[in-house]
Nanobody
Framework: QVQLVESGGGLVQAGDSLRLSCAASGRTFSSYGMGWFRQAPGKERVLVAVISRTVLNTYYADSVKGRFTISRDNAKNTVYLQMNNLKPGDTGSYYC??????????????????WGQGTQVTVSS
């Protein structure tokens, strides 16, 4: 079992940057693939980015490629999402998730076993 706590959200203007952090409890953080999901009001929760256990592999949704960077520090039990050049379409609640899947880069929401409570990101135009 792992507990996840997100931080770093806020209200920003288009073009600004934010860095989200997700702190994980437990001693087996490096055993989990980690992902960030976004849920806009009235819409489904969708994958934004994933990073493998070993840090060597990453995946990004097309909408954020070139603007967002996912990273992790296994020594600190923390995963990050650096978000640059934010757009109003990036607005939503951002959730950190941990996956025990054997896949290097799980991308299905159902592949993630543990979830944080979310942090709100609002981008004004």
């Amino acid at each position: 079992q792992v507990q996840l706590v997100e931080s770093g959200g806020g209200l920003v203007q288009a073009g600004d940057s934010l860095r989200l952090s997700c702190a994980a409890s437990g001693r087996t953080f490096s055993s989990y693939g980690m992902g960030w999901f976004r849920q806009a009001p009235g819409k489904e929760r969708v994958l934004v980015a994933v990073i493998s256990r070993t840090v060597l592999n990453t995946y990004y949704a097309d909408s954020v490629k070139g603007r967002f960077t996912i990273s992790r520090d296994n020594a600190k039990n923390t995963v990050y999402l650096q978000m640059n050049n934010l757009k109003p379409g990036d607005t939503g609640s951002y959730y950190c998730a941990a996956s025990l899947s054997s896949l290097t880069l799980p991308t299905l929401r159902t592949s993630f076993d543990f979830w944080g409570q979310g942090t709100q990101v609002t981008v004004s135009s």
